[in-house]
């Protein structure tokens, strides 16, 4: 089975710093999807970044940007010049592909706290 | 925008009860899931469904059942409320699209205490 692994509980950083979140995972599948997602104090989850396992290229979504080692199977979110808004748990998470239609659900790391420092 | 709704914020209940969640979508998508979310352990799955009248069980299933009788409405069902199933619930839908490169869209979570 998959596990997803965020080793930092908790991270901190002065507002606008830049921050990297680590994320390590565990699979046997080839084809994958990778995502981190936000939770804010009001609860509503927000996708964050999306990054396919078949992409060498690393994805980017603004400030927000992944360095994705396939063969380290690590996915670490990097957020550059923070916001007080981006205060929040982020939580990595993970998906097997499946061809052709279907669905599966997540696998959740445990998340990391952020915090921004005004 | 996606939006996914539950409905309720909040729900105190007593052991033995039984408890209906529900979840909708207005965006017409196939794919409809639920996780509960705990301190510490992030986010499970308890079950999902692919289609209407269609579910599959997700890690932890034990103790709930779900409903899908029409597409845009999801419920998870406790038969018997315990005590540890006190919990945050988190819906989720997604759209269902070839290679299934799909993505999740949260609802704003059920926080459920049982007493």
């Known amino acids: 089975a998959q596990t997803v692994t965020q080793s930092q509980p908790e991270m901190s950083v002065q507002e606008a710093e830049t921050v990297t979140l680590s994320c390590t995972y565990d699979?046997?599948?080839?084809?994958?999807?990778l995502f981190w997602y936000k939770q804010p104090p009001s609860r509503q989850m927000i996708l964050v970044i999306r990054?396919?396992?078949?992409?060498?290229q690393n994805a980017t979504e603004n400030r927000f940007s992944v360095n994705f080692q396939k063969a380290a199977k690590s996915f670490s979110l990097k957020i550059s010049d923070s916001q007080l808004g981006d205060a929040a748990m982020y939580f990595c998470?993970?998906?097997?592909?499946?061809?052709?239609?279907?669905?599966?659900?997540?696998?959740f790391g445990k998340g990391t706290h952020l915090i921004i420092q005004p | 925008d996606v939006k996914v709704t539950q409905s309720s914020r909040y729900l105190v209940k007593r052991t033995g009860e039984k408890v209906f969640l529900e979840c909708v979508q207005d965006?017409?998508?196939?794919?409809m899931f639920w996780y509960r979310q705990d301190p510490g352990l992030g986010l499970r799955l308890i079950y999902f469904?692919?289609?209407?009248?269609?579910?599959e069980k997700g890690d932890i299933p034990e103790g709930y059942s779900v409903s899908r009788e029409k597409k845009e409405r999801f419920s998870l069902i406790l038969e018997s409320a315990s005590t540890n199933q006190t919990s945050m619930y988190l819906c989720?839908?997604?759209?269902?699209?070839?290679?299934?490169?799909?993505?999740?869209?949260f609802g704003p979570g059920t926080r459920l205490l049982v007493l």
């Open positions: 469904s692919y289609d209407v009248k269609m579910k």
């Open positions: 989720a839908s997604s759209l269902l699209v070839g290679l299934a490169r799909e993505t999740q869209y």
């Open positions: 998470a993970y998906r097997r592909g499946v061809s052709g239609g279907g669905a599966d659900g997540l696998t």
């Open positions: 699979t046997s599948e080839s084809d994958y999807y």
């Open positions: 990054q396919e396992a078949y992409k060498q």
């Open positions: 965006m017409d998508h196939e794919n």
